[in-house]
């Protein structure tokens, strides 16, 4: 029998928690909760003895690694993974996946929900415009690329994505026209959104440059990660160009320079691209199920580490 802790400092939704429990122990594994820990101690702590460790957003570091000695998965209930150190679990013989595609159609709506409320001008009254018509770019046609793709064409939008990983074939087998680079899609689409992991090849990618070669009345939107933004050249940019809005889900940061261009920049209070209770609760399902297979007969189809 292995030992799963579930360690959230921000919990999972009561529905997904019992969705979880049913599975782990259902497996005939013992599960164990640690919600809403305030200190790296209690985390410390509670790790000593679990072969297996569900977490959201919380960071397994290589001081954790260390403090769980029995340790053998992670699984992140969620696409990113950029708050588990993967060589330090490597290094520990830990297997750390994630759970592609669970919050996908979530962060997928939120994308189409703040692109409306941008080109209504943020609902301040005056006049806007439509998104029929209007021409997208996805960047990065993973789980999340498509399913903006599929709700883009419902309000009539011309659909267009580029991936460095995703033969154009692919791409133009959904309906969906393939840009040869990034560049030409930032160029010829109206609105732009960002699906791109952070990675050292993608950090501030998103630059002056490129950005910059966005139509006239271009907007850029970031529900990825922070990371992949040239903050410094985005600002520089939009205080050149009056007609670029960014929209985003990025939380702001405590000075955050992008709020003086009042009517064209909107960030959400926090990250919340996957807070929704279908995305919580399929996430945190996926997450027991892969440790039980792992568990049960080694399959480690999402791992991401190796």
Not at 219 to 246: C, Q, S
């Amino acid at each position: 029998m292995a030992k799963v802790l579930v360690a959230t400092e921000k919990p999972f939704a009561a529905a997904a928690v019992a969705g979880i429990k049913e599975a782990i122990e259902g497996a005939g594994n013992e599960l164990v909760l640690l919600e809403k820990y305030t200190e790296k101690a209690q985390l410390l702590e509670a790790v000593t003895d679990v072969d297996a460790i569900i977490i959201r957003s919380d960071k397994i570091t290589a001081e954790v690694l260390d403090a769980a000695k029995n340790l053998k998965i992670v699984v992140r209930a969620g696409a990113g993974y950029d708050n588990v150190d993967l060589a330090a679990a490597t290094a520990h013989n830990v297997v750390v996946e994630n759970t592609p595609g669970q919050n996908a159609n979530a962060v997928a709506e939120l994308v189409l929900g703040m692109l409306v409320f941008g080109v209504r001008n943020f609902y301040n009254g005056k006049a806007g415009s439509e998104l029929m018509g209007k021409k997208i770019g996805i960047l990065a046609f993973g789980n999340v690329g498509r399913n903006v793709a599929r709700i883009a064409k419902g309000f009539g939008m011309e659909v267009a994505a580029y991936d460095a990983f995703c033969p154009a074939d692919v791409i133009e087998a959904a309906g969906v026209k393939a840009a040869k680079n990034q560049e030409e899609l930032f160029e010829t689409c109206d609105i732009v959104s960002l699906h791109i992991p952070a990675t050292p090849e993608t950090k501030q990618s998103i630059n002056y440059d490129l950005v910059g070669k966005m139509k006239k009345g271009g907007i850029l939107v970031n529900t990825a990660r922070k990371e992949v933004i040239d903050e410094a050249g985005l600002i520089k940019l939009m205080a050149e160009r009056e007609d670029l809005k960014y929209i985003t889900d990025i939380m702001p940061d405590a000075n955050d320079e992008f709020a003086k261009f009042e009517g064209r920049y909107f960030s959400t209070p926090k990250k919340m691209g996957a807070q929704t209770a279908e995305a919580n609760t399929n996430a945190g399902i996926a997450a027991a199920n892969q440790i039980n297979a792992y568990f049960a007969d080694g399959c480690t189809k999402f791992q991401v580490n190796k």
